[in-house]
Nanobody, 120 residues
Framework: QVQLVEFGGGLVQAGGSLRLSCAAS????????MGWFRQGAGKERELVAS???????DYADSVKGRFSISRDDAKNTVYLQMNMLKPEDTAVYYC??????????????WGQGTPVTVSP
């Protein structure tokens, strides 16, 4: 089994910053992609940012230039640095990881979610 534990959510004023972190633990061969999704009230879950092996990153248009994703493979941890936060960034943020248990068995797991609230 693979587990993800998230840290760093909270309440911040518009224009402020938060840093989320997510650590993977368990028995697996490799993690290919780690990412962050979010789900606002009454909205569908959406991709915020992801980072693949080799450091290739993807960002939602709404966060480009404000958010930065990074990973520490030695710690199986992914970070999301969120700057210039806006009220519309308010959501529950979920960590996601995809990888391999073995050469043939893949996995995809989700964290429990951490709330981010941005006040006007």
């Amino acid at each position: 089994q693979v587990q993800l534990v998230e840290f760093g959510g909270g309440l911040v004023q518009a224009g402020g910053s938060l840093r989320l972190s997510c650590a993977a633990s368990g028995h697996f061969m490799a993690i290919n992609t780690m990412g962050w999704f979010r789900q606002g009230a009454g909205k569908e879950r959406e991709l915020v940012a992801s980072i693949h092996n080799g450091g290739i990153t993807d960002y939602a248009d709404s966060v480009k230039g404000r958010f930065s994703i990074s990973r520490d493979d030695a710690k199986n941890t992914v970070y999301l640095q969120m700057n210039m936060l806006k009220p519309e960034d308010t959501a529950v943020y979920y960590c996601n990881a995809r990888g391999f248990f073995t050469f043939y068995d893949t996995f995809e797991v989700w964290g429990q979610g951490t709330p981010v609230t941005v006040s006007p």
